[in-house]
């Protein structure tokens, strides 16, 4: 295939083992996070933001959340981008 094929976006979902994961406030509502959306941007480098569920129980929002700054989950965040590069390159077609 052609190299000038433009791909809008890549992004993977990746569970938060329980050992990393936090909780943090939005909106005056605690939220545990759970999963990492990991985007490839355009240049190169990686974007994260967290998601999660309310303590109190129930559906919520699906608000984002930053990733702390910590070398546990940067290294989580690197790991899932190689292991999801691996996937890709394997893939085997459509259907």
Known sequence: MS???EVS???INVTIPEALR???TRRGEAFRLTTLNVRLLPDGRLAAKAYGRPVGGG???YVSFPVP???ALAALVDGAAVRAGALWAAHRGLG
Do not use: F, V
Request: a negative charge; glycine letters at 6%.
């Open 69 to 71: 700054d910590e070398p």
């Open 59 to 61: 559906r919520g929002a």
């Open 9 to 11: 976006a890549l992004a």
């Open 22 to 24: 936090w909780t943090d």
């Open 3 to 5: 190299s000038d094929l």
